[in-house]
């Protein structure tokens, strides 16, 4: 049996033990499904014994300087995504999610020839990304979204938003 609690309390989005999974009740329902479903792929990984999640606190940032890469790459692709029609759903204001941008690496490709200017130095979208990347993977958050079975949850979850077509593809 596994127990489902949304929770007032709770400090995250979502968290899952032996048996139960914990849910803000902060969240949209949208976000909510999301949750859910990413915290139940965790407890059938638990029961099956497979690749499993874990946390950003397991890890240690493995460069000093790698937060503030992932920050000054970040806001520059950030900043360009807003001025392009096709990239704005990305990013909603000045703030960015390294995660979102990191699991949407494809959706560059049509511009990674654009020059951008980070801390002015003029490099390609191309760059850019490939700089972040690897700053963002040495980071105590890239590494714990690098997990197999956090790529995994988060594969469930966001297959959650595919029609039906889009699931055969």
């Known amino acids: 049996n596994l127990i489902v609690v949304f929770s007032d309390s709770y400090d995250s989005a979502g968290g899952a033990g032996k048996g139960f999974i914990v849910v803000s009740k902060g969240l949209s329902e949208k976000e909510k499904i ?3 479903l990413h915290e139940v792929q965790h407890y059938i ?3 099956e014994n497979f690749s499993r999640g874990g ?3 397991e890890f240690k940032s493995l460069s000093p300087i790698a937060d503030d890469e992932v920050e000054t790459f ?3 692709l950030a900043r360009f995504s807003q001025k392009n029609d096709k990239l704005k759903y990305l990013v909603e204001s000045d703030s ?3 995660l ?3 699991e949407h690496e494809r959706d560059f490709d049509f511009v990674k020839d654009e020059i951008i200017n980070v801390d002015g130095v003029d490099i390609s979208i191309g760059e850019a990304f490939d700089s972040f990347k690897t ?3 040495k980071t105590s958050l890239g590494q714990y979204a690098a997990l197999g079975g956090e790529v995994e949850a988060r594969n469930t979850q966001n297959r959650s938003e595919l029609s039906s077509e889009e699931r055969r593809k």
């Open 34 to 36: 999301k949750v859910l």
């Open 45 to 47: 990984q638990r029961k």
């Open 55 to 57: 946390k950003p606190s």
């Open 74 to 76: 970040g806001v520059a």
């Open 96 to 98: 960015f999610d390294p």
């Open 100 to 102: 979102e941008l990191f």
């Open 135 to 137: 700053a963002y993977l």
